[in-house]
């Protein structure tokens, strides 16, 4: 191959895509009448040129689909945790501030049917009335407690005016005021049953042996879950259900705190239940990250 091959050779990829000058043309095809090799050089750069380019774009939507799930799990999770920050500030500001007693606060007035009704000042937004007979009288007692809450006092702006402790007009003997505060309850109207002081009303315990349930199976789940590790269908399915006694723990702490004893077990369990709902949403979605994450090492391995 002599010097003016390899200038042509050099020239042959621009002449056969029709990007050289008339001179550079012309000098081309003059070496081409003469020479064998430069014109089977210049076949084989046309022939490469007719392979048709690689359109197979399932790489690319395989890309495409794994960022738009991505996206998806992103925004799936950010809602998750606005409504878990929602649902949480709700709870807070639902919480109800215990007060104390006092005659501005709670007042009794008796009409002449024998009706007994209970008068709360500005500052109250919520009560709980509790009748029992007495062990000893078989009288029927009376025990109150009220609160208020922050949502009540700014948000709602509410107040409760009166309530009747006596709609059947039965004998109201005696009515006791509880507080949260472990003290003995206080005889507020009618005659002490006990002027010994000794009567008290406590919490209720629900909500313990309902955090002690979560927290047990929670635990049994667990060992079921080590037990079956090797067999993926039955590991998915224990994963996902362990995760709803886990989130009843998790829920509870943060709806409750450490604290598992409640004045209003209901207005609690129900703040803990919609709790739960995001943050098994967001357990649900961490296990599963994770899970991708293990299979796509193993099959890069």
Not at 68 to 92: E, H, P
Not at 174 to 180: D, I, K, L, R
Not at 251 to 261: I, R
Request: glycine share 6%; hydrophobic share 40%; with cysteine.
């Amino acid at each position: 191959m002599n010097r003016e091959c390899n200038i042509i050779r050099d020239l042959l990829p621009l002449y056969a895509e029709e990007m050289v000058s008339e001179e550079s043309r012309a000098l081309v095809e003059e070496h081409l009448r003469e020479c064998e090799p430069c014109r089977k050089e210049l076949q084989e750069i046309k022939k490469s040129q007719r392979i048709p380019p690689d359109t197979d774009t399932l790489p690319f939507r395989r890309v495409r689909r794994k960022l738009r799930i991505g996206r998806a799990r992103i925004g799936i999770l950010t809602a998750l945790i606005t409504l878990l920050v929602i649902t949480l500030a709700v709870v807070y500001l639902n919480a109800p501030n215990y007060l104390p007693y006092s005659e501005e606060s709670l007042s009794f007035r008796k009409d002449g049917t024998g009706r007994v009704t209970a008068v709360f000042g500005e500052e109250v937004t919520g009560y709980e009335i509790n009748r029992s007979p007495d062990p000893d009288s078989g009288e029927m007692v009376y025990s109150m407690i009220t609160w208020n809450s922050l949502w009540d006092q700014y948000i709602l702006r509410r107040n409760v005016k009166e309530a009747v402790l006596n709609p059947d007009r039965s004998d109201v003997n005696s009515v006791y005021y509880y507080s949260a505060d472990d003290l003995a309850d206080r005889l507020i109207y009618g005659r002490d049953l006990d002027p010994g002081g000794g009567i008290h009303t406590l919490p209720r315990l629900y909500l313990a042996s309902y955090l002690w349930f979560a927290i047990v199976l929670s635990a049994v789940l667990g060992i079921l879950l080590v037990l079956v590790r090797k067999r993926e269908k039955a590991r998915r399915i224990l994963g996902r259900v362990v995760l709803v006694p886990v989130s009843y723990v998790v829920a509870h702490l943060l709806a409750k705190g450490f604290p598992a004893s409640s004045y209003h077990a209901l207005r609690d369990f129900i703040g803990i239940l919609l709790t739960m709902i995001p943050v098994y949403g967001i357990l649900l979605l961490v296990v599963n990250l994770l899970e991708n994450r293990s299979k796509a090492a193993t099959r890069s391995r």
